[in-house]
């Protein structure tokens, strides 16, 4: 019982920066499945990867996951802000290249946290709860910036991505 609340418990927490992400991302655009279910599909593979390989690789990639993950974020934050303001009062789909870097950078925590589950008795549950997790919390975001006008929303998004990256490096 322990492992499954330490489970549910880490899913929660490493997700809560695909939901910022996913509000970033969806200010004045439209939300759409496909940034959620991309970061779902990229979260499950990447944990399922690192439950496979997890027992032997720990300190090699947790040292290297969020320097990783902070540099999408901020390459993602300065795209945002170069942005043409214009751009953004038009409703957008987030593309699917949005999609898979986000993907990449909010799944690389659950792949690190998956590393620490790895050897336990929920390691094969682990991956599909964190992109369980992953996918409803990026959804969340994307509803909650469409009930949220924003001006200059380019800006504010970029400044919420490069908080997101330092929080990862610090």
């Known amino acids: 019982m322990k492992e499954i609340a330490t489970l549910f418990i880490t899913a929660i927490i490493v997700s809560l920066d695909s939901f910022v992400a996913g509000f970033s991302l969806s200010l004045n ?47 993602l934050a300065i795209i945002n802000l170069l942005k043409q303001e214009e751009q953004q009062f038009t ?22 946290a998956n590393l620490t589950l790895a050897t336990g008795s929920t390691a094969f549950v682990a991956p599909i709860v964190f992109a369980v997790t992953h996918y409803f919390t990026m959804l969340l ?30």
């Open 91 to 112: 409703l957008q789909n987030v593309t699917i290249g949005e999609s898979l870097v986000i993907g990449i950078a909010v799944g690389m925590d659950a792949s690190i």
């Open 141 to 170: 975001g994307q509803i909650l910036a469409r009930k949220i006008a924003i001006p200059k929303s380019n800006v504010f998004s970029a400044v919420i991505l490069f908080a997101l990256a330092i929080t990862k490096i610090v």
């Open 29 to 75: 655009k439209k939300a759409n499945l496909t940034l959620p279910s991309a970061v779902a599909l990229i979260t499950l593979l990447l944990c399922a990867a690192t439950t496979f390989i997890g027992r032997y690789f720990v300190a090699l990639f947790e040292d290297y996951a969020n320097v990783l993950g902070a540099v999408m974020l901020t390459l």
